[in-house]
Structure formats: structure tokens, C-alpha cells
């Protein structure tokens, strides 16, 4: 609990310890009036308040001098220390609110690390310079976990049901397909995969607790299936990579697949039709730092088509136009 006001801090307002230590540094009252563009004698009457306040006097006055008393000494290094902090705390808190500082805490679904947030964080920073953004990587599960802890401002994560407490805002969908060999000559030809076809190939998925193993155990339910993965692997990189070298097909959300080289792999559509939606999931009724509302907004603002269409071509051939190729499903 925190201590109360002691009864002399409370016949002691802010201004008059300002008109102190003014007096106190310039050991003039006519200087110390100037400096704060104030008469005389307002600064005497604050001074006054101050030394009946706490029965004893402050300074020692002559027609020429002003000089501290001992208990005048005593109180200027307590005001002056006092005095530095709050000031320092003020102009933080004015910085942060003019978006000039702070910084914004996010646990991220490991699949958007290397695309959708990094191009947001950009785009903040280069409205934002002076904020910073500290991303995590975390299933869905410990991402809930660290936002109702506190240990982060947002989560990023997609829809699915959550406990009481917290709110979920949409900001995109991400629909799933097949990441496949080329080197299986069998789906060469194939424009659409299904549980009942897929359960024919080692899966190569990510690990209970990942919301999008959960989405496409739902799927091969529904068809009758049980889902038996070859691997089980947080990252997108390394399930394409295992793809790529023909040791199984992987099921993957298509915006994380933005950027990864897809050479030696072909994106075949998810059927039946499946989208996961991602959005922010914040603290119900808590309060949000001008930095974490400024992110969520530019959040919002993000345009993900970008993301969902192939990477664009350069001058040197190799994996982006391999990229593109697959991502065009032809």
C-alpha cells in the first residue's frame, strides 16, 4: 500500500517549491521573479506559505544577499532531486504521447514473423522512428497466456475461442495450401488436394498447440481421418525445405509462405476451402500506451494482398522466379 500524503506535503502545492528552488539557485528574489515571470512579491508570499508550513525559515535576507538557511540547504536537495525526476517522467510521458518514444511488446504466431509483421514494423517505424517493437514468437496458446500475464501489449494470433478478458479484431484472412514436391510425379496434374488424398503422403506439420495444426486436424476429422504427421516443426523454412527434398507434403497458410524460396516445390488449393483469420488479441477494458494503440492501428491499416501474391521478378533468374512460378499455381 502506499504511503499517504504526510499533512505538510498537503499545505505545500507544486508552484511554491518552484518559486523555492528558483530562489534558491539565483539567491535573488528579483532574479528568481524574473526567471519564472512572476511579480516579487508572489514569489515572497509562496516562500512565506512554504517556511509557516513547515515552521521554520528557509533563507536568510539582507538588503544585498539571500542565502539558504541549514534546513533551507536541506529541503532545495530534496526539492532539487525530487524536482529532476518528475521532470524527467513528464517529458517522457509528453514524448510518448506524441508518438516521440516508447515502445510496443508483441507476441506473434511463428508463421507471420518473417512476413506480415516485419513489413508492419517497418512501416511503424518509418512513421515512428523514436518507438520500439519487440516481437516474440509463439504459438497460439502462450501468446493468450503472455497477454493476460502482461508480458506483452498484443498478441497477434488467429480466431479462435478464447477466455473472458480479452478481445479479438480481425484484420485479415489466410488461406491454406498444399506445399508439394515437384518430384511426385502423381500430383503433377493435380489443381486441388484433400484430406483423403493427402493422408496417402507423410505430413509434414507443425506441432499440437499451433492454431493451424488444430484447423487441419478439424478438416481430417471431418473426412473421417486421423492426422499421423512424418514431422512436426514450428517453422515454415524448414517444413518447406523437407517438401523441397521430396520427404513428404506440408499444409501451410499462404501468406507465410510470402518471400520463401519455393524451388523444387508446387502450391496446390486446400480442399474443402479453408481460411484461418488473423487479428490482434488485446486485454478487455485495460489500459493501452499511446505506442501500443498507434501499432494496432497501423496493424489495421496493412494491406496483405502483397503478401499473398508472388514475389516480384528481378534481373537474376534463381529462386524469387522459382517463387513466383509456384505461387501462381500454374
Known sequence: MLQRWPPELRRVNLNQLVSFAAVAQQQSFRRAAEQLHVSQSALSV??????????????????????????????Y????????????????LKDEAALRAGSVSVAVLPSLTATFMPQAMRRFRERHPGIEVRMCDVD???AHEKLVNAEVDIAVVSRRERSEGV???ALFEDELVVVVPDALPELAGRKTLAPKQL??????????GVDLREIIEERFRSAGLAVEPAQELTGTYPLVSLVRLGLGVSIQPRVALHGVSLEGCRLVEFRPATVREIGLLLLKDAPHSPATL?????????DTADLSRPAPRRARRGVLSDTAKALSMK
Not at 507423410?202 to 499440437?208: D, G, K, V
Request: net charge positive; aromatic share 6%.
Open 199 to 208: 493422408a496417402a503422403y507423410p505430413l509434414l506439420l507443425n506441432p499440437r
Open 167 to 169: 478481445d479479438f479484431t
Open 77 to 92: 536537495g530534496a526539492v532539487d532531486v525530487a524536482g529532476n525526476t518528475l521532470a524527467r517522467v513528464i517529458r517522457q
Open 140 to 142: 497460439s496458446q502462450r
Open 46 to 75: 509562496h516562500v512565506q506559505h512554504i517556511e509557516a508550513a513547515l515552521g521554520v525559515k528557509l533563507f536568510v535576507r539582507d538588503t544585498r544577499s539571500v542565502a539558504l538557511t541549514p534546513e533551507g540547504e536541506r529541503l
Open 294 to 302: 498507434a501499432f494496432m492501428e497501423c496493424l489495421k491499416a496493412m
